[in-house]
């Protein structure tokens, strides 16, 4: 029963992520409709409207590790909920596009910061045996909560009029403010308590609440992994193997143009034919297709291994993307084209969707894993944020027909079948402890 502890704890933590689906992606509904409303250029659209979230997210991802190592990850996680709750009221009431990016902007820094925070809470008071689908559990509710904002946009569509689009952003308030009430039951991270409070009795009642059979051997190895090393090595220095995969993975992500597709999934379906409210429907399919394969992920990473996901991933994409592009060219029909576009929200899914979050937060050692955690998801960040920006000014550019656009996204995902095929190393059922010796960390 101990080990369902576990289980409870990785789900409600993993609720920061269902904020962070519903979040990203619930400006996609409102769009147009605010574009119309005040009348926005694609350039002050794509940097104020809808990117400004994203640099929010930025500066929570590059940043959320400093109160997550001082204060801890259950501290953040509350803080979290809190930014969330604020950026769902205040973006819905919102007068103007400035206030409305003000508090799309906090919204953006709670969305960059449960990225720290949630994947290496998990990962932490997770076993070997398991960690890989509880820290995916993460991803699972990033999904859920990008179906649950598809849906809901579509229902709220004709709702309200021309205040369509503020019923959308401010329903997150809800989950928002459940999600930090929960978060107040779970315990602290016990390799937090060791590392940063030096509380070796907390961190051994949070261990024997996991039921992990030998406490005092898993107390040990977290003691002197900590004892090895060395304070006083420079971070970009010693760190170089997990920073450059970490890198390489948040890059590749971004790169494979799935928050582009999610972002503007809408608006690319209507430059294929569809109407703009069977268009929003259509996208509830991309939000099904995604939590399903995000399942089949889930199930198979602590199987197959992280490598053999990506692997698996990036074949899809290059199939998928090549298709999606010869679409766009050939002019073929609306419903092929959803079908392809289907077909890399899957392979996103099974691939990087289901280990980016679990890797980053594996290859870094205990006590510069929130640094490590806010480099990798910063990259990742930082790439989502410039390819939303642009969005707008490339449809607009591409708008007679955009087959390049996928194109170039299919080229960088042969990059990373390349990349996990010959520098990626498996980390699936190593403790996070050896997994420091594997990559050479002393």
Do not use: C
């Not at 289980?7 to 605010?34: Q, Y």
């Not at 919102?94 to 990225?115: E, H, K």
């Not at 790439?383 to 449809?395: D, E, K, R």
Request: hydrophobic share 50%; glycine share 10%; net charge positive.
């Amino acid at each position: 029963m101990k080990s369902n502890n576990q289980l409870l704890w990785a789900f409600t933590a993993s609720l920061a992520g269902f904020l962070f689906g519903f979040d990203t992606v619930v400006i996609s509904g409102a769009n147009l409709p605010i574009k119309e409303l005040w009348n926005t250029s694609p350039l002050f659209h794509g940097t104020f409207i809808m990117s400004m979230a994203l640099w929010g997210t930025v500066v929570g991802s590059l940043f959320g590790g400093i109160p997550s190592q001082k204060y801890g990850r259950k501290n953040s996680l509350i803080a979290i909920g809190m930014l969330y709750f604020l950026s769902a009221m205040g973006s819905s009431f919102a007068t103007d596009p400035y206030v409305f990016s003000f508090f799309r902007f906090i919204g953006g820094l709670g969305v960059g910061a449960s990225t720290v925070a949630g994947p290496m809470y998990i990962s932490e008071i997770s076993t070997p045996k398991n960690r890989g689908k509880l820290v995916a559990l993460y991803q699972f509710s990033i999904v859920l909560g990008i179906l649950i904002a598809f849906i809901s946009n579509y229902l709220l569509a004709g709702f309200d009029g021309e205040n369509d689009w503020r019923w959308m952003l401010g329903v997150e308030a809800i989950p928002a403010a459940l999600y930090s009430l929960a978060i107040f039951g779970v315990p602290r991270s016990p390799r937090w308590l060791v590392t940063v409070k030096k509380d070796l009795i907390g961190a051994k009642a949070v261990l024997m609440k996991m039921g992990i059979e030998d406490v005092d051997k898993e107390l040990k190895e977290i003691v002197d992994a900590e004892k090895n090393i060395n304070n006083h090595q420079s971070f970009f220095k010693h760190y170089k193997k997990p920073l450059m995969l970490a890198f390489l993975l948040a890059m590749f992500n971004q790169l494979s143009g799935i928050n582009f597709v999610l972002y503007y999934a809408p608006e690319i379906l209507e430059i294929s034919g569809l109407a703009a409210k069977d268009s929003l429907f259509s996208s509830i399919s991309i939000g099904g297709i995604n939590l399903i394969f995000t399942f089949i992920g889930l199930a198979l990473i602590d199987r197959l291994g992280r490598k053999k996901l990506l692997i698996i991933g990036s074949i899809g994409y290059i199939v998928s993307l090549s298709m999606i592009a010869f679409s766009f060219y050939a002019s073929l029909s609306s419903t092929l084209l959803l079908s392809f576009i289907l077909m890399f929200i899957a392979s996103h899914a099974i691939g990087q969707g289901a280990i980016l979050w679990v890797y980053i937060s594996e290859i870094f050692p205990n006590h510069v894993r929130a640094y490590g955690q806010s480099f990798g998801t910063g990259t990742h960040w930082v790439f989502a944020a410039l390819i939303t920006l642009l969005g707008p000014l490339v449809i607009d550019f591409f708008s007679a027909n955009p087959w390049p656009i996928f194109v170039i996204f299919a080229f960088f995902m042969v990059l990373q079948l390349l990349f996990s095929i010959i520098s990626m190393p498996e980390t699936k059922g190593v403790s996070l402890e050896e997994i420091q010796t594997k990559l050479g960390i002393k």
